[in-house]
């Protein structure tokens, strides 16, 4: 699954037009509520952060533009040369960098890329070059995402909560995990949608999962290390 993402988000094409196609119109809504998500859940004043598949660095930019040095790594040249911040082209399994080289690390939209045998290997890899704590987000299974999953060109997995949880407590740095669930609609529908359309779903959404968070889409997660 994760060569199969790959080589789509390698494709030249789909690197140049990836900001544009995906965060115009209601996905402006959305990459807006996906930047505040992530800065509560990291603060990155004065950090030294790891984003791990940056892609074209929108997270990257957000958190240096808070006071963090960062640096961006993907297996993608042709995503990291729409990146305005410093990054490495690299393998997330198999992490350039040397022991407890950064405060934390944050990785947006990849985790579905993982198959299941990779996963344990993935934190355990973020763990040996994070200090303090690892932020992600993972896709649930029992979501509205099953409307379209099957038709992703960059492939894609589902992950429940437990599942992942058995995962983090096979990863002997793994010190403590926190998850928040987000969003209903999921990512792809908000991008299809009209700008103010998104801004009244928005609204809906964020109400509904305070109530109902069991039909969330969207699971953030806070691992934190020895």
């Not at 290997?121 to 029992?142: A, C, M, N, Q, Y």
């Not at 407590?169 to 969003?183: A, D, H, I, S």
Request: aromatic share 12%.
């Amino acid at each position: 699954m994760f060569k199969k993402g790959q080589r789509w988000y390698k494709i030249e094409d789909i690197a140049e037009r990836y900001d544009d196609s995906r965060f115009s119109e209601g996905g402006r809504i959305l990459n807006r509520k996906e930047q505040e998500t992530l800065l509560s859940l990291v603060d990155p004043e004065g950090k030294y952060i790891l984003d791990i598949a940056t892609g074209t660095g929108r997270f990257a930019e957000l958190l240096s533009k808070n006071g963090a040095d960062v640096v961006g790594l993907d297996a993608s040249r042709e995503m990291l040369k729409q990146s305005s911040v410093e990054c490495i082209q690299g393998d997330a399994l198999k992490l350039p960098f040397k022991d407890d080289s950064f405060d934390a690390a944050v990785s947006m939209r990849f985790l579905h890329l993982l198959d299941h045998p990779q996963i344990t290997d993935f934190i355990s890899e973020v763990g040996r070059v994070t200090k303090e704590k690892f932020v992600f987000e993972s896709l649930h299974p029992l979501s509205l995402r099953m409307l379209y999953q099957w038709a992703l060109p960059q492939g894609s997995r589902l992950y429940s909560n437990s599942f992942l949880r058995k995962k983090f407590n096979q990863v002997k740095t793994v010190k403590g995990v926190r998850c928040e669930e987000k969003f209903i609609v999921p990512y792809g529908i908000y991008q299809s949608m009209p700008l103010d359309l998104a801004e009244e779903v928005m609204k809906i959404d964020q109400r509904l999962v305070e109530k109902e968070n069991l039909l969330a889409s969207t699971v953030y997660w806070e691992v934190f290390f020895d």
